[in-house]
């Protein structure tokens, strides 16, 4: 309600202004509630009525669509961008936390032992390799250990629940001289015609 004009304007529809593509046959756009020149109403009841009417309109649903169509636009967007420009600000930290997590890797398929990890690492700083500062300890070689072996299992879960591939498991345990149960799980599956374990 514009105060000064004394008229009704519907926001949402001014925002839109015209469907265009959007209109559907028998839609009638009312260009009063798009310009905020409904007025001059014999009283507040008429007025009513006409808000209501125009309220329940498929025009003003479908305007009420686009709008939040745009919003959800705007919002992947700005996820976008702002993941982007992350990625730019923090370029230098990442590549030497990928460094960091492929000497982990490496440790994990070598069979290498943890404590390795610094040795390594020390090893790429001074071949000119930039790994950062941290992340450098055995216990630090664990964790990326597994967290990479969970961001695997989930992929591999995903893959075989969407390809619907053949695999195999086995499954055994055993217990170490420390009296220390463990449990392997070993898993054969097929990519791109090869065998994967």
């Known amino acids: 309600m514009n105060i000064v004009t004394n008229s009704v304007q519907c926001s949402v529809c001014a925002e839109v202004k015209k469907l265009g593509v959007h209109n559907e046959r028998g839609q009638h756009n009312e260009c009063a509630f798009v310009d905020g020149t409904v007025k001059n109403c014999k009283d507040a009841k008429t007025l009513l009525k006409k808000v209501d009417k125009h309220r329940d309109s498929g025009v003003h649903a479908a305007c009420?669509?686009?709008?939040?169509?745009?919003?959800?636009?705007?919002?992947?967007?700005?996820?976008?961008?702002?993941?982007?420009?992350?990625?730019?600000?923090?370029?230098?930290?990442?590549?030497?936390?990928?460094?960091?997590?492929?000497?982990a890797y490496e440790c994990a398929q070598s069979h290498l032992s943890f404590r390795e990890h610094s040795r390594l690492v020390e090893l790429?700083?001074?071949?000119?390799?930039?790994?950062?500062?941290?992340?450098?300890?055995?216990?630090?070689?664990?964790?990326?250990?597994?967290?990479?072996?969970?961001?695997?299992?989930?992929?591999?879960?995903?893959?075989?629940?969407?390809?619907?591939?053949?695999?195999?498991?086995?499954?055994?345990?055993?217990?170490?001289?420390?009296?220390?149960?463990?449990?392997?799980?070993?898993?054969?599956?097929t990519f791109?015609?090869?065998?994967?374990?």
């Open 64 to 103: 009420a669509l686009i709008i939040s169509e745009r919003g959800k636009e705007q919002m992947e967007n700005a996820v976008k961008q702002a993941q982007a420009h992350f990625m730019e600000r923090h370029k230098e930290n990442i590549e030497a936390t990928t460094e960091v997590f492929r000497i």
């Open 124 to 189: 790429h700083r001074m071949n000119g390799v930039e790994c950062g500062e941290m992340l450098y300890s055995f216990h630090a070689c664990a964790n990326i250990v597994s967290h990479i072996a969970s961001c695997m299992r989930d992929e591999i879960c995903e893959y075989l629940l969407k390809t619907k591939s053949s695999f195999s498991i086995m499954i055994d345990e055993s217990t170490s001289a420390a009296n220390v149960q463990s449990l392997i799980l070993y898993a054969r599956v």
């Open 192 to 197: 791109n015609g090869e065998i994967y374990h």
